[in-house]
């Protein structure tokens, strides 16, 4: 095996395991450009990077250590979810990201765990039992009284918590709800949320007569944003445009369809005379450093406080929601969340401000892609001129990447390596290129000594699918632009 391969194994053997203690010795001498050097090697602008050190007053060392401890956290917690199956109790990082911690409901997986030098927590509850407590929450969000703001799943303390201003209201609430009041903690709350309409965030747009909301992520065709800056057929300008879909409450997502004219990017604005250029949208860790972009208060960054976070707005409650402490005010509504280059959502709503802190809450975009066939714009070019045949946008997958080629290009998927299945059964993956391309699909798999096709999209499409049962091993995607140039959406599931 190359040394290559040999870094890549290296790799893969965090991915599919295990909670580790990541630990990082501070970088000594230095240079001046050490924030700028540090950036580059971490793979984000030097905008992000200042901002994150700024705001999690981290050195440059420190902000390094931190990203790469996040990347390795996100890769072992994919592939835990599949391992640990309904013992999988979440995983979280630690305050300052060195250590990435698993919950495991049943001693003899916390074993295994702990044997592969892990972190594991025995937790009474899986991450499924916990959901659908809340799940079950939000069945009666309608009668939720305005002194509890929200609800969300803390993986953290294996609960879900209930905020509230009156702790005898939201007793009653949980009572009304009729889930096992031990799953729940009540924590008194003086949050009062609110959706941040008129602002922008990210850039600008106006809706209507003028008011204002920022846009959130370029897509196939337009942008996605919060649900309640505009209803479906509410006009825009600067960028012109149309609502094609909005949902609010229930949920706070949005499209625009752009007119003619418009050229969406893969960008988001720093505010530091910048923009920071989007390369996915693969979901950060519970834990994980973010960064937000809007015109009221400029780029802020924090940290996810959890995910499938419940708020109650004046209006509605909103589900599903990404928890942050990430500063927002009135006017940042719509903008985008970031972490490193993958996007995580549009700016919801919270409660708080930029001088005394807060809490935000975001929309996730894969849920908004997911609900109406949008492809992620990412890089500094035009998306795909057009979804593939029936509009999947290669949706219904479990991950997602994206991409861009020339044409007799190919690019390996997941970002350059590969992943490991540890048992047998179905591989499938999608992949969609512009409109007027040919972009093939190939699965391979390594037998010991090379990389080897083992099934295959190569029709004369833009887009292609493909299905393949397999036995454990290790595996990677190949997108091939046989002929013709530009961005590409790719989804896959794997054993």
């Avoid at 209507?208 to 996605?224: H, L, P």
Wanted: proline fraction near 5%; include cysteine.
């Amino acid at each position: 095996m190359n040394r290559r391969l040999l870094f890549a194994s290296a790799a893969a053997t965090l991915t599919l395991g295990i909670t580790v203690a990541l630990t990082y010795p501070a970088a000594a001498g230095q240079s001046p450009d050490a924030a700028s050097d540090a950036a580059t090697a971490a793979g984000i602008s030097p905008q992000v990077f200042q901002a994150l050190a700024r705001d999690l007053k981290l050195d440059p060392a420190g902000v390094q250590a931190r990203l790469a401890n996040e990347t390795k956290a996100g890769k072992a917690d994919l592939s835990l979810r599949k391992s640990l199956g309904g013992a999988y109790g979440g995983g979280w990082l630690s305050a300052d990201a060195k250590t990435f911690t698993v919950g495991v409901t049943s001693e003899a997986q916390a074993a295994k765990v702990r044997a592969a030098g892990a972190t594991p927590q025995l937790v009474a509850r899986s991450l499924t039992q916990l959901d659908a407590v809340k799940a079950q929450l939000d069945t009666v969000a309608a009668k939720a009284p305005k002194t509890v703001p929200g609800w969300y799943v803390d993986v953290t303390t294996n609960q879900v918590v209930v905020l509230a201003k009156s702790g005898a209201d939201a007793a009653a609430f949980v009572k009304q709800s009729g889930v096992d009041a031990a799953a729940v903690r009540v924590e008194a709350s003086a949050e009062t949320p609110v959706p941040y309409i008129d602002v922008i965030g990210g850039n600008a747009y106006y809706i209507g007569s003028g008011s204002r909301c920022s846009v959130g992520f370029s897509v196939n065709g337009g942008f996605v944003t919060a649900g309640h800056c505009g209803s479906t057929g509410a006009t825009t300008t600067q960028p012109s445009g149309t609502f094609a879909g909005s949902s609010f409450p229930g949920n706070d997502y949005a499209w625009v369809r752009v007119n003619s004219g418009n050229t969406p990017r893969g960008l988001v604005n720093n505010y530091a005379g910048g923009t920071v250029t989007v390369s996915g949208s693969t979901e950060a860790a519970v834990g994980a450093s973010v960064c937000r972009s809007g015109s009221t208060t400029g780029w802020h960054c924090g940290t996810i406080q959890a995910r499938n976070s419940s708020v109650t707005y004046p209006q509605g409650t909103v589900n599903g929601l990404i928890r942050t402490n990430v500063c927002a005010e009135p006017g940042d509504s719509g903008g985008s969340l970031i972490a490193g280059s993958q996007a995580q959502g549009v700016t919801s709503g919270g409660s708080g401000n930029c001088s005394s802190g807060g809490t935000t809450y975001f929309q996730p975009v894969n849920e908004i892609l997911s609900a109406y066939s949008l492809t992620l714009v990412t890089g500094s070019g035009p998306p795909p001129s057009s979804p593939p045949p029936g509009g999947s946008g290669c949706t219904g997958y479990e991950f997602s990447r994206s991409g861009s080629l020339s044409s007799g290009g190919s690019a390996y998927q997941p970002d350059n390596s590969y992943y490991q299945s540890t048992s047998s059964g179905t591989h499938r993956g999608c992949v969609a290129g512009p409109s007027g391309t040919d972009f093939d699909l190939y699965l391979q798999k390594w037998n010991g000594s090379a990389w080897a096709n083992v099934a295959s999209g190569t029709t004369p499409s833009n887009a292609e699918t493909l299905t393949y049962s397999g036995t454990a091993g290790y595996y990677r995607y190949r997108v091939y632009a046989y002929s013709g140039s530009g961005s590409y959406a790719m989804g896959f599931t794997n054993p």
